[in-house]
């Protein structure tokens, strides 16, 4: 269904591997510098020493010593990249907070606090257990905190379809202001899940990549990819009514014209190697922004680094764009894999490749899979206009979500 309402971007906010603010963040990202590096997992005999962590972050510009204290990093995370990005969308007090929303996600949410009170459970007691651990904890109240801490009092909700939540935040959130539910809606996602319980998990699964060097790890569409690197961030964006930002006289970084949703019905962890979900994802945002394929100038793909899903997502784009293939680039070869947040960080990235007339690269693209066989703009970022990009993001249970985004 075509939006009733014009959905536009007014601002945004990032805690990633590569940076803490948009303009770190961003320059990292068009110079190709990767954010991995090693890290103690606390797991004895661990293949895994690698990971995006979050760096050089002061917890204490952005919260208090309550929040410090009893909220898991995921919500931490969201609460300070949705500051971010309700400051740079200029919003204030004159704002009439029942007509804003929230909704804000994440993939596996407060893994590290279930791990610290289950400690304190077996260690000593029940007692022990902190009284905010489940509304520390639980999902929904990335949202939850943020609407609480600035007011707001229009929808909050959360999308939790892995690592296509944000992603899935976003596209609902833009369909609450397009059916008038709401003038503004902050969306995203966080995540912290760099925990021995979550790295264990996805080491069982043989989804992590087992490099010894952390700048070479995350390699999208390399022939030697050997699984994803798990990583940690948050991202937020700021949607509002098109006439509403105009009336407010504020920046608009672009407008949300398509959003297309899919599953696999195939496989809990694998999508099938055709791509027939993600393809499905994509000609269904191509449907609802009324567009061609050919009118698409890049692709941000979901390009996580595993063998399989690097390989579906090429044929997926294959067979969606046929000989009007546009750019391509992973821009989680330099961020690794944010799970619930990578929606959020990589439409961030593809509103500001708009802006700036660039495609981030796909670093460590040394030796192209020719199964996959595209151009993913390796190494190097490239200099183009852009007037529309398109982000994907997939995840386990084969859940598919594909955002599009036009200069305004």
């Not at 990093?73 to 204030?92: G, R």
Request: aromatic share 6%.
């Amino acid at each position: 269904m075509k939006l009733q309402r014009r959905v536009v971007v007014t601002g945004m906010g990032i805690v990633s591997p590569i940076g803490n603010s948009i303009n770190d963040a961003w320059d990292a990202c068009k110079s190709g510098i990767s954010g991995i590096s090693f890290n103690e997992t606390n797991i004895p005999d661990s293949p895994v020493t690698i990971g995006g962590r979050i760096k050089d972050l002061d917890l204490k510009e952005y919260l208090d010593v309550k929040e410090i204290r009893r909220l898991d990093p995921f919500i931490q995370y969201s609460l300070i990249s949705s500051s971010q990005a309700i400051k740079d969308a200029s919003i204030d007090s004159l704002i009439d907070c029942s007509r804003v929303g929230v909704n804000f996600s994440s993939g596996i949410g407060g893994i590290s606090n279930i791990e610290k009170n289950h400690d304190l459970l077996n260690n000593h007691s029940y007692k022990k257990i902190s009284p905010f651990f489940v509304p520390g904890s639980i999902i929904n109240m990335a949202s939850g905190f943020i609407s609480i801490r600035n007011g707001f009092t229009g929808p909050s909700m959360s999308t939790v379809t892995a690592c296509s939540a944000a992603s899935h935040s976003i596209g609902m959130s833009a369909r609450s202001i397009a059916y008038g539910d709401a003038d503004i809606m902050i969306a995203g996602g966080g995540e912290m899940s760099s925990t021995p319980l979550g790295i264990g998990g996805f080491i069982a699964a043989r989804a992590l990549s087992e490099s010894s060097d952390p700048l070479t790890a995350s390699r999208p569409w390399d022939k030697d990819r050997d699984g994803f690197v798990l990583s940690d961030g948050s991202a937020a964006l700021v949607l509002e009514e098109y006439e509403h930002a105009k009336k407010r006289n504020v920046h608009i970084y672009g407008e949300i014209i398509g959003f297309g949703m899919s599953s696999d019905a195939h496989h809990m962890t694998a999508p099938p190697e055709n791509g027939k979900g993600a393809a499905k994802a994509m000609h269904e945002a191509l449907k609802d922004a009324e567009m061609d394929c050919s009118e698409i100038h890049y692709i941000n793909a979901h390009g996580t680094s595993t063998p399989l899903g690097d390989l579906a997502e090429a044929n997926a784009i294959k067979s969606t764009f046929s000989n009007t293939i546009p750019n391509i680039s992973s821009t989680k070869s330099m961020t690794g894999h944010t799970l619930g947040a990578a929606g959020a960080i990589e439409s961030v990235f593809s509103l500001l490749a708009i802006r700036d007339g660039v495609v981030p690269p796909t670093i460590n693209l040394d030796n192209l899979d020719p199964s996959c066989g595209l151009d993913f703009t390796p190494h190097t970022a490239r200099d183009k206009k852009i007037t529309i990009v398109m982000n994907n993001s997939f995840g386990f249970g084969g859940t598919n979500s594909s955002l599009i985004f036009k200069r305004v």
